[in-house]
């Protein structure tokens, strides 16, 4: 193996670690949803958190939006969801899950895998187990956390 892939795979086991205590917290970025004054489900990417107040912008108008923490309404990721994240499909799988998706980065394969069932993705990283998802932005903490960098979402 070359060096690079040892200090990824040593950032992967310290950020699993950092991953489970702080990316369940909305932050700045992440995609997620909620009712607005009109009575209707939107969905958001957060651009400032300030205590129990977050600020973001409507990905359908492109109107800014403010909501309460409480208020906030996890967004499920699906397959469809993966794909808008810069996954790929790699391979139907028969078994206890239902497809295997691979990510890449500006073209280029970055070690992250997504493994799809029912109600859950599991992730890898380099084939290590990272963790189980059912929400986005939790999802996209951890990936920042694993990578330095932003999941960029083509909505």
């Given amino acids: 193996r070359s060096s690079e892939n040892s200090v990824d795979e040593l950032r992967c086991k310290y950020c699993i670690t950092y991953c ?3 990316s369940k917290y909305y932050r700045s970025g992440n995609i997620v949803g909620c009712i607005d004054a009109a009575d209707e489900p939107v969905i958001f990417k957060i651009r400032e958190v300030d205590g129990y107040w977050v600020r973001g912008v409507n990905f359908l108008n ?9 208020e906030l309404i996890p967004v499920e990721i ?3 969801i993966l794909l808008m994240c810069g996954f790929r499909l790699e391979q139907i799988i028969t078994g206890r899950y239902f497809a295997k998706f691979c990510h890449f980065t500006n073209g280029l394969y970055d070690g992250i895998d997504a493994y799809t069932d029912a109600s859950w993705v599991k992730i890898t ?8 998802f059912s929400s986005l932005h939790v999802f996209q903490n951890t990936y920042r956390s694993m990578t330095g960098l932003e999941l960029e979402i083509d909505f």
């Fill in 20 to 22: 489970m205590y702080r």
């Fill in 78 to 80: 699906t397959e469809d």
């Fill in 125 to 132: 990283r380099y084939n290590r187990f990272v963790d189980f």
């Fill in 62 to 70: 492109q109107k800014d939006l403010i909501a309460t923490v409480p």
